[in-house]
């Protein structure tokens, strides 16, 4: 395998013949060629030998064009680099027809760069996110791993709503133009391809809890999707969710698992990701310039890091919560567009980032939400009203974790099932671990998006995700 700018840079083998494959960033006098090939945020200084060198070659060294540049490794005598590569050859693979290239060495706009979302990896920005975003993948693996938990391929194509929020899209191979229809008039499913209902899972969680139930440790990770028709910087139709599920467990054990968690992939990118963080913090800065002082974050990108580290979550129940925001200055002067009257209220966005970013300025899990408002697999507590909810709440994100522990007992779980208007002819398989063996246990799903969000201070969700999807929009 020939040896990435990445493995070159660390290893600087001065003296040594190199080869050098990327795309060309910039070109420079005539005589300095960047070469990135997205293996670091860094370029290799390619050194034009115009001895060596076809003269016609050198205009097809433009921005964007692919190049293979062989020659010696040797100490940079220019500024910005320590070393740079005395090219004997530069073979141009690619061409990239310089008019009509879309990225230009300058800073382009996050949403003409979503219009280009085929080339914009090739950016540092884009580069900086996904190398961190895979770090982040990495990191979760080896924290489930290391400590005992299997991970479960959950299926993506389900028959069941986990969520019970009908945000689904449907799976069919039913020709659209031409429905089968049973005698009494509504879609013919029978005639579909898996004979029954099906739709694009919300949430690997039911089968998680099936998979607890037998090994354990257990977590998914993979795509789900939602149907929501959210247009903002927070929602994705398509995202990746991490879900644990844990035997035995608690909603204490389970704050615990997810408190320990994000502190140690947030670490670990803080640790291998270092130059890519910089980078981001640096251009976050950069951005934040143009904004009013009010809006502003209070701490660069790596403090702000750091913060959530080292100090622990506030934990509060939905109660007092609803307390705090009832009496909160916004809520008394109508700033928020959705009053806290009190007990019952759905929280929205505003209100999480209130307690986060305002009243407790770090972040926040709240518990024991009214049970009228959340998920009919939650745990309902003693006296009836609430569940054994948790949501973990991040400053500019808001809502990052949700989960809860989960309801054992087969007769107050079917009894939440019919309330809830939850199919149960569908879920046998679901109710058969409450018949079978059942005990306590508790998980929670991250949203991967939401994390990568916050852990490059990237402002939209929808920058963190190679090729995003949300209403009206699949391209690529
Ligand atoms: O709170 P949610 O809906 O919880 C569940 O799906 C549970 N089954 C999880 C569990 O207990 N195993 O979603 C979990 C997380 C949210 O906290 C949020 O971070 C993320 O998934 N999320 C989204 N991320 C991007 N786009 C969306 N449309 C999202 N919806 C939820
Ligand atoms: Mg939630």
Redesign the pocket.
């Known amino acids: 395998m020939k040896q990435s700018i990445k493995e070159i840079l660390s290893e600087k083998p001065v003296g040594q013949e190199v080869v050098i494959c990327g795309w060309v960033r910039t070109f420079r006098n005539n005589q300095f060629v960047a070469v990135s090939d997205g293996s670091c945020i860094q370029t290799m200084q390619v050194v034009v030998n115009h001895e060596t060198m076809d003269p016609a070659l050198l205009k097809r060294i433009t921005t964007g064009a692919a190049v293979m540049a062989t020659g010696v490794l040797e100490e940079s005598q220019g500024k910005g680099q320590a070393v740079e590569v005395r090219a004997n050859t530069i073979e141009v693979v690619g061409d990239a027809d310089p008019d009509k290239y879309p990225l230009q060495p300058k800073r382009h706009g996050m949403e003409f760069l979503r219009e280009i979302a085929h080339l914009r990896m090739r950016t540092n920005t884009f580069g900086a996110v996904m190398r961190v975003r895979h770090n982040l993948a990495y990191a979760i693996h080896k924290f489930f791993h290391d400590r005992g938990f299997y991970y479960i391929h959950s299926p993506i194509i389900t028959g069941s709503d986990?969520?019970g929020?009908g945000e689904m899209f449907r799976v069919t191979t039913l020709p659209l133009d031409n429905v089968p229809k049973t005698p009494e008039g509504s879609v013919d499913v029978k005639k579909d391809f898996f004979e029954k209902m099906t739709n694009l899972t919300?949430?690997?969680?039911?089968e998680?809890e099936l998979a607890a139930l037998a090994l354990s440790r257990v977590y998914?990770f993979g795509p789900?999707f939602?149907a929501?028709n959210?247009n903002t910087t927070?929602?994705?139709?398509e995202?990746w969710?991490i879900?644990?599920?844990v035997a035995f467990f608690d909603l204490k054990d389970n704050m615990d698992l997810a408190e320990d968690m994000l502190r140690y992939v947030i670490g670990y990118a803080l640790e291998h990701c270092e130059d890519d963080i910089q980078f981001l913090q640096d251009r976050q800065l950069q951005e934040e310039k143009s904004k009013p002082m009010a809006e502003r974050s209070p701490m660069d990108l790596t403090t702000k890091l750091k913060f959530v580290i080292d100090n622990a979550f506030e934990r509060l129940t939905y109660g007092e919560a609803i307390e705090i925001l009832r009496n909160s200055k916004p809520n008394k002067k109508k700033k928020f567009q959705y009053l806290i009257e009190g007990w019952g209220a759905d929280l929205q966005s505003e209100h999480e980032r209130y307690l986060v970013e305002q009243h407790f300025q770090k972040p926040v899990i709240l518990t024991n939400y009214p049970k009228e408002i959340k998920?009919f697999?939650m745990r309902v507590d003693d006296g009836d009203k609430t569940v054994s909810a948790m949501?973990?709440l991040f400053p500019a994100?808001g809502?990052?974790?949700?989960?809860?522990q989960r309801e054992e007992r087969l007769d107050v779980l079917t009894k939440r099932m019919e309330e809830m208007h939850i199919p149960m002819e569908e879920m046998q398989w679901y109710l058969d671990t409450r018949k079978f063996g059942t005990c306590p246990h508790a998980?929670?799903?991250?949203?991967?998006?939401?994390?990568v969000l916050f852990v490059t201070g990237m402002s939209n969700?929808r920058d963190v995700i190679p090729f995003p999807r949300t209403p009206g929009n699949a391209e690529f």
């Open positions: 986990a969520e929020a919300v949430s690997g969680q039911l998680a998914t789900t939602r929501e959210s927070r929602h994705l139709a995202f969710m879900e644990p599920e998920s697999y949501d973990i994100i809502e990052i974790v949700g989960g809860s998980g929670f799903g991250l949203g991967f998006e939401r994390l969700i």
